[in-house]
């Protein structure tokens, strides 16, 4: 018998398609299309094992939906911009654009190697050109449209390095290369108007139904509608400023009794103004402007306040005053900047209170306490109740109140209801080298001027240099000076580049027509959007996919997406990660190839220590669990690593990779070729003429054969592949005691049963199907070839209903395959609904069993 020789069959079949340029899409009319997209990959270098999973599950339901009659995209390209190569050049010298070029190669070479069905002629890389030229004129069009302004706003400064940081390269506070404290600095940036669309983005979300429920839970709460009011408090006269009154915006107007003291952001206007005016506060506020920009750093800094003298007045008892802080929890962009604190109902409040001695005020008194024993200690109160000391809202509901000084304060005109999103406007701006560059010139006579289209695109200047910090657009002798091409007068150019997330907010538009000269062409965008199945990881639930969201609207708006694309991805699966065990010795992470297993267990192959063995988590490189793709490849073939990437979990869940495992999934293959190849040779050929009735071996052999193929369908279909596989181990286990001997007719079934297993099994193990087809003498290509359709005749004859009894009375039935046994016939009928209910919580004495006739359960 001829061994499996993967590696020579993988690269057979590969090449044959690609001669046969099986994967190229085209427009057809005539088909239903399928676009089926996952997230492309950054150009790190190296495939991981993520990668694999990523794109193998896109390649099941390509492939799959190819068989089945769709006219299928599937594109492959490459999220080509952003800090990594700039890093590299920093560190290494070497020019980012290499440094990405090279990446792209190899990893190209390496996703090839997966046999993935992917239409190659479509890539791109966003740092190509003519793929961020067409971005540039996107940005330039939405600029026209009102979606894109300027605004001065705070980054993180480092101050050694002279350079604005990514927050991620902000570490711990730190500049990651200085290591110095990272300061808050104002700075004109870019923005694109997704605030304008945050209700919208919010709705639509009830109409992705095939996305997972975390997802759109995930996206709105990072919409955050808030719906609250803005109310303004006059300010006591005094001598420092003549600003007379504040707004402030609350969720829990119905607290405004209990409110104890008023705060602003550090940032706001009013505390400018007073920065110097009294003592103490300047350095307060730049102390606060060191602690960082992001949401997330000013949520975990401690809460500090500055109490400015100034008094502010209740709206209604403007004989009350409390006192106004500057606090660092207040963000400048959310609501108005200001707000009033009530430390009974709010636990920010309540530690602030505590820390500088204010009141504490509770005005919502929960059910069934009596509102003079109600107190608060150091949990704030933040349940329903009842409003006490209130004045005229003792008595209400919280909701009750609400409403009740909304209309008073309305018709005072002391305030407004309003809608709040924490959604902020997206700053684009990035003050790097490898980006996009932002489309636009400053003029003194004209101000900002958009890049005509004609002169896009702006391209990036290869001669920079990375000896020193900041941006090296900047510091380029020449790029930036250029005539206004407006009056002619000298300009100079934007130097600032696009956040990398805009460049992954469109690139599904581009695959439908890369080669295109505008940024999408009206007949294959219409044809091909929307992204019918887009697939990727959690990580991104959030900001890509929103941002995607947003440009989509924005095309729209500006013209290069019919309406029908809006939402640009129908359905999203979010795949779970891949996971290793980790190992330990010496005090050290090791790899799995840096172990041995030996008669005391495993040791350190460099010390011959014992290794300490650790949970299995997510792969990275700091543990160093990681396995190679490359050398699984190379070692087993790439469809051993679909087949157990698939085989082992859900696909939403996290999968665990073992070397024992991806063993297993390669003796199945083995197993299966023997299989096919020591029977081919004795099947009747294919397409022979059935003989008219068949033996019962050879039925039952069919009914198998024809259940795999209902069930991998229906499987695939649902994203189920572990069962898909779990279906098909099944069948092969069937064939591998068919004895081809047994009847005259038994051939026929047999060949049908290996058939079916080659196209079952072929989204997942393309290459083994095609060998395996070939070997059963089919002429034409698997890849081409239509997905078996299940007989539901022969599925139906397969099931009978059997009655069930319970002491001899019927009480129900059960419908069962007609093969079913005692053990699987006694636990349906234990399990069906009729009969639980009957038996309640009495345990059964006996089942007797008469298979293919009647259960008895006897009490
Ligand atoms: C008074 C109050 C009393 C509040 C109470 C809460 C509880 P969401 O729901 O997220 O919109 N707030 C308003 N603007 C803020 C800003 N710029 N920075 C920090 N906090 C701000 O949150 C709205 C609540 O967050 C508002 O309601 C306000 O505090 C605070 F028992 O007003 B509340
Ligand atoms: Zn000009």
Request: glycine share 6%.
């Amino acid at each position: 018998p001829n061994r499996y020789d993967a590696q020579r069959v993988e690269r057979k079949w590969r090449e044959t398609w690609e001669d046969r340029r099986c994967f190229e899409a085209h427009r057809d009319p005539e088909r239903p299309k399928y676009y089926v997209l996952e997230m492309f990959p950054y150009p790190s270098g190296r495939i991981h094992m993520g990668h694999v999973r990523n794109y193998a599950m896109g390649d099941v339901v390509a492939r799959f939906k190819r068989a089945r009659g769709h006219n299928v995209l599937h594109p492959m390209g490459w999220d080509a911009f952003g800090l990594p190569a700039e890093n590299a050049a920093v560190e290494r010298g070497v020019h980012p654009a290499k440094w990405t070029r090279e990446n792209i190669a190899s990893m190209r070479e390496q996703l090839k190697q997966m046999g993935l069905s992917l239409d190659w002629s479509r890539e791109f890389a966003t740092c190509d050109p003519d793929y961020y030229k067409h971005q540039q004129r996107l940005f330039v069009d939405m600029m026209a449209a009102g979606l894109v302004y300027q605004k001065s706003s705070m980054v993180n400064w480092d101050p050694v390095d002279n350079t604005v940081l990514a927050n991620e390269q902000v570490i711990d506070g730190m500049g990651w290369r200085s290591g110095a404290p990272v300061e808050r600095r104002e700075l004109t940036q870019w923005f694109f108007r997704i605030s304008d669309m945050a209700e919208e983005l919010l709705e639509a979300l009830d109409g992705l139904n095939a996305w997972p429920e975390k997802v759109r839970l995930m996206q709105r709460n990072w919409i955050g509608r808030s719906a609250g009011m803005q109310i303004r408090f006059d300010l006591a006269p005094n001598d420092l400023t003549d600003v007379s009154e504040l707004e402030i915006y609350t969720t829990r107007h119905d607290t405004l009794f209990g409110a104890s003291f008023g705060a602003i952001s550090v940032d706001h206007p009013l505390a400018a103004e007073l920065k110097d005016k009294i003592d103490g506060l300047s350095p307060f506020i730049d102390e606060c402007r060191r602690a960082g920009t992001s949401e997330a750093a000013m949520e975990n800094a401690e809460k500090r306040g500055f109490d400015t003298g100034l008094q502010l007045r209740h709206p209604f008892d403007p004989d009350r005053t409390i006192p106004l802080f500057v606090a660092n929890f207040v963000l400048m962009e959310y609501g108005s900047g200001a707000i009033f604190g009530c430390p009974a109902h709010d636990q920010r409040d309540l530690d602030f209170a505590r820390k500088y001695g204010l009141d504490v005020l509770p005005v919502v008194c929960p059910p069934e306490v009596a509102a003079a024993d109600f107190s608060i200690g150091s949990e704030a109160y933040v349940g329903p109740g009842r409003l006490i000391r209130s004045r005229f809202l003792d008595g209400m509901s919280i909701e009750e109140a609400k409403a009740e000084v909304a209309r008073r304060l309305t018709a005072t005109g002391a305030g407004a209801e309003k809608v709040n999103y924490r959604l902020r406007d997206w700053g684009v701006s990035r003050q790097r080298y490898w980006g996009c560059p932002i489309p636009v010139i400053h003029c003194k006579n004209c101000g900002v001027v958009p890049t005509p289209a004609a002169d896009l695109p702006v391209l990036l200047p290869e001669d920079v240099t990375f000896d020193q910090p900041g941006n090296p657009l900047d510091r380029h002798p020449t790029w930036k000076h250029v005539a206004c091409p407006s009056c002619g007068a000298d300009a100079r150019r934007e130097t600032d580049t696009m956040d990398t997330f805009a460049d992954s907010s469109w690139y599904f538009a581009r695959f439908t027509a890369p080669d295109c000269d505008e940024p999408t062409d009206p007949d294959d965008v219409g044809y091909w959007m929307n992204v019918d199945q887009y697939i990727g990881g959690v990580e991104h639930a959030i900001l890509h996919l929103l941002y995607s969201r947003f440009w989509a609207r924005a095309m729209h708006r500006t013209g290069w997406l019919p309406v029908r694309a809006i939402e640009p991805f129908d359905a999203l699966f979010t795949q779970g990660m891949v996971c290793h065990e980790t190992y330990r010795a010496d005090g050290k992470w090791l790899s799995p190839d840096e172990i041995v297993a030996t008669d005391d267990g495993l040791v350190s192959v460099a010390t011959g220590a014992k290794v300490e063995v650790g949970p299995s988590i997510k792969m990275s490189k700091s543990k160093k669990n990681v396995v190679d793709p490359e050398a699984i490849i190379a070692r087993y073939g790439a469809d051993t690593a679909r087949w157990f990437m698939l085989s082992d979990s859900p696909p939403e869940r996290d999968v665990e990779w073992t070397t024992a495992g991806a063993e297993a999934a390669w003796r199945f293959l083995q197993k299966l070729w023997r299989l096919i190849d020591g029977a081919a040779d004795r099947l009747p050929a294919p397409d022979s003429v059935w003989p008219a009735t068949l033996s019962k071996a050879a039925s039952d052999l069919r009914r198998a054969t024809h259940r795999a193929i209902a069930d991998v369908t229906r499987d695939i279909e649902g994203f189920a592949f572990n069962k898909a596989v779990a279906e098909i181990y099944r069948l092969a286990n069937i064939i591998g005691h068919v004895d081809p001997e047994a009847n005259a007719d038994i051939g026929f079934a047999l060949r049908e049963a290996l058939e079916t297993i080659a196209q079952l099994a072929a989204p997942m193990v393309p290459h083994f199907a095609e060998e395996a087809w070939e070997r059963l003498g089919q002429r034409r290509i698997l890849t081409e070839t239509a997905w078996p359709r299940a007989d539901l005749e022969l599925l139906m004859e397969a099931e009978i209903t059997l009655p069930v009894q319970v002491n001899g009375k019927r009480r129900s039935e059960i419908r069962a395959p007609a093969e079913a046994g005692r053990e699987v016939l006694t636990e349906m009928a234990l399990t069906d609904e009729t009969i639980r209910r009957f038996l309640g919580d009495r345990a059964p004495k006996k089942v007797v069993v008469v298979p293919g006739r009647i259960v008895n359960v006897v009490l």
